[in-house]
């Protein structure tokens, strides 16, 4: 039987719903509902449980390491054939199925406390101060903006550890890439490059007795608040203060004692490893006494001639630093472990990115930072899987793209910091990420 016409007044057009029912529709996505037959609007997701971990050591491989050459193998090239491929064979590893660099071969039977990262990426190609600036603060540069580094935000997060000991220690590059930005300075790093006697600006003079320097303290006490009182309300004078006071509790045993390197069994610092490993020793050191995020830079001596920016001969000698990586790598995880701490402490190795699978002229590599992998260890993270994969040689990503802002928002994650909270440039809000979405699979 045909139905009776509609009348005019309550038609709709073809194409165009009545507000009465656009309003009732909203609602029903906004509440999650569903029509009968239909599935639901708005499907609510599992939520991913924020991680433990308290600490995170990032070991830095300026340059831009080449993933197939380590973390991601693939058939072997030749570079004096111009043959595109790894230049090392694959060995397995405690991951089933994966297999990673031979001359990595001290961690290989331990990435099952790991998860390789295969499928990172950006779109910074050649510019390594760019690329760098991504992989520290999570976001492309800006001209009006100053984003903070991600050592900044866990120190700003999670805290100062205690009065004497600093959030945030930097063994590397001091620049503005791995700084605070607009959290400001008592968000930055403390910087230092002799890992036996700590930061310079810190170390006491031997001459001075403790009497002397106790004298000292009290007189620059009572000048500071002589200062502040005739500059009340003057925010700058009060920071400079601040940051003043801080230093002389930096000063302390509780903090300087971290340096105390010779302190340890000889058969453990020789298990380390030359210089780099030393500093992984001093990261171990600086996690026990709280400090939140280490960096250590892998790069600091270019012991192959290039460092990680394997271009020409530094492509010849990558072994070298692949072994250091690996000897120091592997100890630090096995230290941490027999220390109850590896659980509470990330390890992140990173780097700006990655390189193609052919060799130029000299037998290098260039630049690639479609493709790249990282490495997680620790942190209290379902290890001993390998996220995303990449083609034949390395090239491109075939499964689960990892962007960097994900990759921001993992750590975070796994550190108790939510990603999707925001911090404040003064008044204005900024999200912590720029839209990164953690990992989930590595969250029990």
């Not at 592997?330 to 700006?352: A, N, Q």
């Not at 993270?381 to 034949?392: A, H």
Request: glycine letters at 12%; one cysteine or more; proline letters at 7%.
């Amino acid at each position: 039987m045909k139905k009776p016409a509609m009348p005019e007044t309550g038609r709709k057009h073809a194409g165009v719903t009545s507000r009465r029912d656009f309003l009732a529709t909203g609602a029903l996505g906004a509440l999650g509902a569903s029509l009968p037959g239909q599935p639901a609007l708005c499907a609510e997701k599992t939520p991913i449980p924020r991680g433990k971990a308290e600490h995170v050591i990032m070991l830095w491989l300026g340059g831009g390491a080449s993933q197939i050459d380590t973390w991601d193998p693939k058939r072997r090239g030749d570079p004096k054939k111009k043959v595109a491929g790894s230049a090392y064979n694959s060995i397995p590893t405690a991951i089933d199925g994966a297999g990673v660099c031979e001359h990595l071969h001290r961690s290989a039977p331990l990435l099952d406390r790991a998860v390789l990262l295969r499928s990172v990426h950006h779109e910074v190609i050649d510019e390594h101060a760019a690329a760098v600036n991504r992989m520290h603060t999570g976001r492309p540069t800006s001209g009006t903006v100053v984003y903070p580094s991600m050592g900044s935000v866990v120190a700003h997060k999670l805290g100062k550890p205690a009065e004497a000991i600093p959030p945030y220690v930097l063994m590397g590059y001091p620049n503005l890439t791995r700084g605070p930005g607009f959290l400001g300075a008592k968000h930055g790093f403390i910087y230092l490059t002799d890992t036996e006697t700590g930061p310079a600006g810190l170390r006491r003079n031997p001459s001075i007795s403790t009497l002397r320097q106790g004298r000292r303290e009290a007189l620059l006490g009572r000048l500071r608040k002589s200062y502040l009182e005739r500059r009340r309300g003057d925010a700058a004078v009060r920071d400079y203060s601040d940051a003043g006071i801080a230093g002389l509790r930096l000063a302390g045993p509780e903090f300087m004692g971290a340096f105390a390197l010779d302190k340890e069994p000889a058969s453990l610092r020789e298990s380390y490893g030359s210089e780099f490993g030393q500093r992984c020793l001093l990261a171990r050191r600086l996690v026990e006494r709280g400090v939140r995020f280490i960096e250590v830079a892998h790069n600091l001596n270019f012991i192959n001639g290039t460092g990680w920016d394997t271009h020409n001969e530094g492509q010849r000698n990558q072994h070298i630093l692949i072994r250091e990586l690996d000897k120091a790598f592997s100890t630090l995880i096995t230290d941490l472990e027999k220390r109850s701490m590896l659980e509470k402490t990330l390890i992140l190795i990173s780097t700006e990115f990655g390189r193609p699978p052919g060799f130029d002229g000299r037998g290098g590599r260039g630049h690639q930072s479609k493709t790249f992998s990282l490495v997680l260890a620790g942190g209290g993270l379902k290890s001993g899987q390998v996220v995303g994969q990449s083609d034949e040689l390395g090239r491109k990503i075939l499964t689960e793209p990892i962007s960097i802002p994900d990759l921001f928002a993992t750590v975070y994650n796994a550190v108790g910091i939510d990603p999707a909270s925001d911090l404040y440039a003064g008044d204005r809000p900024v999200p912590l990420t720029d839209q990164g979405k953690p990992l989930g699979k590595l969250f029990a």
